[in-house]
């Protein structure tokens, strides 16, 4: 069955501070993984990874992918209280024409 | 540009009642998912049309569950008759084609709680 781990569920970091969200996964027939945010409702786009090595940028936002090793992580760097939110690792692959998500990163930045 | 619209935001419903929620996708999009998350576990999808057709209905729990798209637009989940472990966030999303990326895009959900 296919599979998403993420970890840490949850996070509690001070504002200033870097952090790493990490997301491991088993899917047959892998296509790409996708990072959302979701803070209080709908989880929105933040990167669509299908290459190794490559690292995806926006603003202190950052992501990379091995698909060798089978996991993504998502760095921010210099939080801001705005960060707070869930952030959801997806994959697409597999048998199923939908996303295999993972339970999520719970992340607060405290001021 | 509107995004996925669902209704209601949130339902609460007796054990035995029946729901239906609605999912209004990105205009244009022919491509409509529906994913549940229940508390405590990981968003699961549960089905995907093309147009009006189901073309992958794997992650639909069981036979109370109805999905209609009628007219290829906007979609219908029923629930009949609910179960208490029917509670959740039930999301929607739709793309313009089957890539996913930035075009993937979700509803805010909408949460059942049945009692």
């Known amino acids: 069955e296919d599979k998403v781990v993420q970890s840490p569920l949850s996070l509690v970091v001070h504002e200033g501070d870097t952090v790493t969200l990490n997301c491991s996964y088993e899917?047959?027939?892998?296509?790409?993984l996708l990072w959302y945010k979701q803070e209080k409702k709908a989880p929105t786009f933040l990167f669509m990874l299908t290459s190794s090595g490559i690292e995806k940028k926006s603003g202190r936002l950052s992501s990379i992918l091995d698909k060798k090793e089978l996991f993504s992580i998502l760095n921010i760097t210099a939080t801001q209280t705005g960060d707070s939110a869930v952030y959801l690792c997806a994959v697409s692959g597999g048998g199923a024409d939908g996303l295999t998500f993972g339970k999520g990163t719970h992340l607060i930045i405290q001021p | 540009e509107a995004g996925v619209t669902q209704f209601p935001s949130h339902s609460v419903i007796e054990k035995g009642q029946t729901v239906t929620l609605r999912c209004d996708p990105i205009?244009?999009?022919?491509?409509l998912y529906w994913y549940r998350r229940v508390m405590g576990k990981e968003i699961k999808f549960l089905l995907h049309?093309?147009?009006?057709?189901?073309?992958?209905e794997s992650g639909m729990p069981n036979n109370r569950f109805l999905a209609e798209r009628t007219g290829g637009t906007y979609s219908t989940l029923k629930v009949q008759p609910a179960e208490l472990e029917d509670s959740g966030v039930y999301f929607c999303?739709?793309?313009?084609?089957?890539?996913?990326?930035?075009?993937?895009?979700f509803g805010s959900g909408t949460r059942l709680t049945v009692v």
């Open positions: 205009s244009g999009h022919d491509n």
């Open positions: 899917v047959t027939n892998f296509r790409s």
């Open positions: 049309f093309v147009k009006e057709s189901k073309q992958d």
């Open positions: 999303a739709s793309s313009q084609d089957r890539v996913m990326g930035r075009g993937y895009t």
